[in-house]
């Protein structure tokens, strides 16, 4: 089956259908981050269907590092993970940060996620650090956890290419 897809940037509307994505605490932080979208600090993706229903969702954040563009909350629709719309959503998210003039994209990987880690790694992201990282989840809580830094420089093509 082949899928027609749409990349684009998150519209207000979108966000009631992102409930696949994470929950209300993730549709919170996707709306924060269309907030920031506005100054121009974040840059908001999402791959549509051709029905119009969102599959994937992710962004990248200018606002951590003037040197880098950082890739955060990207998920895809569990009914459509491992057909390649995840590398498609990185590779939009890292046109951002070149378009930005920036060669170097980042983001983080928990150590328990070893399926996302080795796509980053195909990708030909490399592991650079760690660091404590923390987000609100249901309940009002905090969850808190350890994850890898990965970097890719964007000026290299992709292993493979
Ligand atoms: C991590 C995540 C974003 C990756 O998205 P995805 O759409 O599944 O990613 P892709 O399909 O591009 O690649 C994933 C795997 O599918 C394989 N794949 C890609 N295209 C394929 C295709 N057409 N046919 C078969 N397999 C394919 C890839 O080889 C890759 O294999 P790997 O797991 O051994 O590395 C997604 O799985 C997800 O949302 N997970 C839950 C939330 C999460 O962990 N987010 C990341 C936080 S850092």
Redesign the pocket.
């Known amino acids: 089956m082949k899928l027609r897809l749409t990349v684009r940037d998150l519209e207000p509307t979108d966000l009631g259908d992102l409930d696949w994505s ?1 929950g209300s605490e993730h549709v919170r932080v996707m709306a924060q981050a269309l907030q920031a979208s506005y100054a121009d600090e974040v840059a908001v993706l999402v791959i549509a269907l051709a029905n119009g229903r969102l599959v ?1 969702t992710g962004a990248v954040d200018f606002r951590p590092d003037p040197a880098a563009g950082e890739l955060t909350t ?3 629709h ?1 009914h ?10 990185v590779t939009a998210l890292e046109k951002r940060v070149r378009a930005r003039g920036l060669g170097t994209a980042r ?4 150590h328990d ?1 070893p ?2 880690r ?2 980053y790694l ?1 990708l030909g992201y490399r592991e650079v650090g760690s660091r404590v990282e923390s987000w609100p989840v249901a309940g009002g809580r905090t969850y808190v956890t350890t994850t890898a830094v990965l970097e890719r420089d964007l000026t290299r093509p992709r292993p493979g290419q």
């Open positions: 994470g994937a990207l998920a895809v569990e459509l993970q491992s057909l390649g719309l995840g590398t498609r959503l983001l983080t990987v928990e996620n399926r996302a080795s796509l195909r």
